[in-house]
């Protein structure tokens, strides 16, 4: 399983504290129970928004190839240094 992002962290814990803090204001329970559904909801909500959110993309080995791979700017394995004549013709 891949480690959390930054991102991923911060909504799920700001998601955690403010739903606790506002579901007990809103229902003003003072039972050890419902302190404890409570808690256990808003925990469950925090767990929910930081699976869903969007993970950025990765650039490195796994990006889609764009040319040729292990040939220099300009040349080819085959026949060396690309002229430019030869790209680029010129119609009169």
Do not use: F, K
Not at 50 to 57: E, F, G, I, K, Q
Not at 59 to 87: K, N, V, Y
């Amino acid at each position: 399983m891949p480690r959390p992002t930054a991102a991923q962290l911060a909504y799920g814990s700001a998601t955690v504290i403010v739903s606790t803090i506002a579901m007990l204001l809103l229902s003003q329970t003072s039972t050890g129970l419902g302190v404890a559904v409570i808690s256990a909801a808003a925990l469950a909500l925090g767990l929910l928004v930081a699976l869903t959110v969007p993970t950025p993309r990765r650039r490195g080995r796994h990006a889609a190839p764009t040319g040729r791979q292990g040939a220099p700017e300009g040349t080819s394995p085959a026949t060396g240094p690309a002229r430019a004549d030869a790209e680029h013709p010129v119609h009169h």
